[in-house]
């Protein structure tokens, strides 16, 4: 479409429907922009947005290394149950096929994975990171619903993850709940279960009081401190369903590991995992810098 041909057809969609606005930077949002569910994001938005590409760790969605020597390292045939799995590198394209083991980034190959599979939006970097950030500590809940439509179209062909009974935020504690005034997860999951049918369960699972904030906390410290948080509250609502939880962030995997314990000692039949944005580990990225 020529300049012309674009301005005519801004000019007959003002017309015909109000001004919106991109849920990630408000700016005035142009015909042309991504738009599901009538909500907006624009293209300048998308185009900064570091989205998860493969190769990616089959179990948790961290995007790792794409060439052949890091596929190579990051996986490990001596481990029960991880065979068998013969997603290829992005470099693997054309070249005959050979088995291979399953890609999994470090994190997952060190600690058990109780979750069946985790998938992410993008990396937790750059507009991402930022965004997340205006989301839980600056009210910008626009920016929720931004990154839960994304999330549907994250999923979009997981049949799998798509035929969940319900989703489930992580819930926050009680005191954080009580100075926040509202749960990021829960508006995110709002967002994803409104275009992907859904329901959204936010009183089944609490989080434990006197827990100390986990960004002051690092490795082991974190683990030992979220050792049994998280409690489902009401085990009838997830007994024997198939449950789809939904974070902001998954950094080392602890807290859906945690959550999907306590959802799976409730006699859920499963937990997946879908979060907004997943932190890279520099021991499993050799590739080109992924910052923008
Ligand atoms: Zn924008
Ligand atoms: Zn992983």
Redesign the pocket.
């Known amino acids: 479409m020529g300049t012309f041909g674009k301005d005519l057809w801004r000019g007959i969609v003002s017309l015909v429907m109000p001004q919106s606005y ?6 005035p ?1 142009g015909p042309m922009d991504f738009s599901l569910e009538g909500r907006q ?6 185009e900064q947005i570091p989205f998860v590409v493969p190769p990616m760790c089959q179990k948790c969605g961290r995007p790792l290394r794409g060439n052949d020597e890091g596929t190579r390292l990051n996986s490990d045939p001596e481990k029960p149950g991880l065979r068998g799995n013969d997603q290829g590198a992005e470099g693997d394209r054309g070249k005959k096929p050979r088995p291979r083991a399953a890609l999994l980034c470090s994190e997952c190959r060190r600690h058990g994975r109780i979750f069946q599979k985790a998938r992410a939006v993008a990396v937790y970097d750059g507009i991402v990171k930022e965004r997340i950030h205006d989301l839980k500590y600056r009210g910008a809940l626009h920016v929720g619903e931004a990154l839960g439509l994304l999330m549907a179209r994250c999923l979009e062909g997981d049949l799998r993850l798509l035929a969940s009974d319900m989703i489930v935020p992580v819930p926050l504690s009680p005191e954080r709940m009580k100075t926040r005034g509202y749960n990021q997860s829960e508006i995110l999951a709002r967002s994803l279960g409104k275009v992907v049918g859904i329901g959204v369960v936010t009183d089944a699972m609490a989080r434990g009081d006197g827990v100390m904030s986990q960004s002051l906390l690092k490795g082991n410290q974190r683990r030992r401190n979220l050792g049994d948080v998280f409690e489902v509250v009401s085990p009838s609502h997830v007994a024997g369903r198939s449950v789809l939880l939904v974070d902001d962030v998954l950094t080392t995997g602890t807290t859906a590991n945690e959550c999907s314990m306590a959802l799976l000692k409730a006699g859920a039949r499963s937990v997946s995992v879908v979060v907004a944005a997943v932190g890279i580990l520099q021991s499993d990225w050799y590739g080109k810098n992924f910052v923008h």
Do not use: D, P, S
Request: glycine share 8%; hydrophobic share 45%; with cysteine.
């Open positions: 991109c849920l990630l930077c408000g700016e949002f994001i624009c293209h300048a938005c998308l």
